[in-house]
């Protein structure tokens, strides 16, 4: 893994309420990727709300798989697509994972509330991949991660990861100590 080569990189974007600076590394493969959801889990409590978006097979459910491995939780992390969501519980006594994937709603939170993520924020960790315009109202502190691959007809397994933390809870989360 790559950490940023510049100040340009870790500059926060003009989102509102964000509250700490962007984090941006680059991951050469898969197993990277699963490592940085490990990694990410450390940072973790219940009550966090993280978005994740990217292209199709960008990574977003082996970064998650990672998340469930260092949370602990029972259950092979797979993508909820058909099912829209699972839970996880902990192994540990740490907080349930739950893992939305929000790709085929298209009703924004009000689709979202059937889902009754507000009663299960508190208590766990959300995942949401592909949550843009859908479930920033659940939390008003979240972590927005962003995963770029390269694109077209290539063997290349680079990936760009953006973590962007908005809200007090992020301000001093430590997201810099995943680029060590």
């Not at 080569?5 to 941006?24: F, K, M």
């Not at 349930?96 to 924020?121: F, K, P």
């Amino acid at each position: 893994m790559e950490a940023p080569q510049s100040p340009a990189d870790t500059a926060a974007p003009a989102t509102a309420g964000a509250s700490a600076a962007a984090v941006r590394l680059t991951l050469t493969s898969p197993e990277q990727t699963q490592e940085l959801g490990r990694r990410l889990a450390k940072l973790l409590r219940p009550g966090d709300l993280v978005m994740l978006s990217g292209e199709l097979g960008a990574g977003k459910t082996t970064l998650t798989r990672g998340l469930g491995e260092g949370l602990g939780v029972r259950g092979a992390v797979t993508s909820p697509t058909f099912v829209i969501a699972r839970v996880h519980p902990s192994l540990v006594g740490g907080p349930a994972l739950v893992h939305v994937d929000a790709y085929r709603l298209g009703g924004g939170l009000d689709e979202m509330e059937d889902l009754d993520l507000d009663i299960s924020l508190p208590d766990s960790v959300v995942v949401v991949e592909w949550g843009d315009g859908k479930v920033e109202e659940l939390s008003d502190d979240r972590l927005h991660v962003v995963i770029h691959r390269v694109v077209g007809n290539t063997d290349d397994d680079r990936r760009t990861v953006t973590f962007t933390g908005i809200g007090p809870r992020w301000a001093d989360a430590g997201l810099a100590g995943l680029t060590a």
